[in-house]
């Protein structure tokens, strides 16, 4: 999965105030939404401790969490941190939302491919919790699934959606070569490569962001979450499976669509890119997390992932107090703002830095996407959209 090695030391990174202030969705919080009605489903391969979220909420001051969470499938894995960080920041951003625990590897016990787990994951949580917000902090080397399987998931995905889903996965820490221990074992894959989930078209791909703020706690700018020497940072690049949606045309993005076509070695120009969108994720600048009983700081596109989902949970439920739909599917609506001169600006536009690939730009990269969210305008912008009432 997509979790960095974490940093064992003393109550450090941001607080949950840290990340709504700097997201700007205090003014959500000041009208009452904090969640109430919505669901986020953490898809998960690793335990998370009780006791570590009880002393968590404690310490920040947020409601308890039911022991155990709503899941699906066994508890009985061992704890390496994922899961607790993925529950501990969306349950501080969205105190009040539902939360539902995806133990995925419950559904190898079929025989079934990793493809086929998600794929059964996916279709089951869409029927029990319909609407919900999804995370998914997992992710492989795109090569490693054939079209069929990967089309098979973004449809199971779609479906989801119809019911207003939103999906959300970890674009990758690996830099731009998340296929690079593939590589060294079989040469003739590509060390290049994207991350299955976050490359399908229907997901919206989640990179990283390192978050500058003033001595005060107020946000001053973000640039690319990099650090070459070790290959890690905010993955980004084109698909070799999926060709170029519609919707993904924006200022930056590069050539025309291709919707139908077949993407392959090598990856043409009218392939589907990602990320989508981007959140903190560099470690030193990450968040407080509560992992087998020690306070750390903790990041990667993980923490990035569960922050977007908690934010969503916000938003919907601003946009259900004007008597609208959920958002569901994003990525058209993204775009769309992205292309558009909305009322509010809705995104913090990351130009400085890198990954090992691409370069952060003006506009749309493979590095940060569209940028980071503004929540507040976010929601604003959407509820401003013709058609979705």
């Not at 009452?32 to 009880?54: C, N, P």
């Not at 061992?78 to 920041?89: A, F, H, L, N, Q």
């Not at 120009?269 to 992992?291: F, I, K, L, M, Q």
């Amino acid at each position: 999965h997509e979790h960095l090695e974490t940093i064992p030391i003393p109550i450090v990174g941001l607080a949950p105030a840290g990340f709504v202030d700097s997201y700007d969705a205090r003014p959500l919080w000041n009208l009452g939404d904090f969640g109430q009605g919505e669901t986020i489903v953490f898809f998960e391969v690793d335990g998370y401790s009780a006791k570590d979220l009880a002393t968590y909420d404690a310490h920040f001051g947020l409601p308890a969490l039911p022991d155990p969470l709503t899941h699906i499938g066994g508890l009985r894995l061992p704890v390496e941190g994922e899961s607790d960080m993925d529950i501990e920041v969306a349950h501080a951003i969205a105190p009040d939302a539902r939360l539902v625990y995806v133990n995925l590897e419950s559904f190898a016990r079929s025989g079934a491919s990793a493809a086929g787990q998600f794929e059964q994951a996916f279709s089951t949580v869409a029927t029990r919790y319909p609407g919900a917000i999804w995370s998914v902090s997992l992710g492989q080397c795109e090569y490693l699934f054939s079209p069929t399987d990967l089309r098979a998931v973004d449809g199971a995905v779609k479906h989801a959606e119809q019911s207003g889903t939103t999906v959300f996965a970890a674009s990758g820490d690996s830099a731009g070569l998340e296929c690079l221990g593939i590589h060294d074992k079989v040469p003739e894959i590509p060390a290049v490569g994207i991350s299955f989930p976050g490359d399908l078209p229907h997901v919206t791909s989640v990179g990283g962001t390192a978050l500058d703020l003033s001595t005060s706690g107020r946000y001053l700018l973000e640039t690319s979450w990099t650090e070459p020497m070790l290959s890690l940072g905010s993955t980004g690049g084109q698909s070799s499976i999926f060709a170029r949606p519609a919707w993904q045309q924006a200022p930056g993005v590069v050539g025309p669509y291709s919707d139908g076509a077949i993407c392959g070695l090598p990856t043409g120009a009218t392939c589907r890119e990602v990320p989508d969108v981007s959140a903190d994720a560099d470690p030193s600048t990450g968040a407080a997390v509560r992992v087998n009983g020690k306070w750390l700081a903790d990041g990667g596109t993980s923490l990035a992932t569960p922050l977007w989902a908690a934010f969503m949970a916000l938003v919907d439920q601003y946009l259900g107090s004007r008597g609208q739909p959920p958002a569901g599917f994003l990525n058209p609506l993204l775009y769309r703002l992205a292309r558009a001169t909305p009322a509010f600006p809705t995104f913090h536009d990351v130009t400085l830095g890198a990954n090992d690939v691409y370069l952060a730009g003006v506009g749309y990269d493979m590095v940060t996407g569209l940028g980071t969210a503004r929540v507040w305008n976010l929601a604003r912008d959407l509820a401003a959209i013709p058609g979705r009432s």
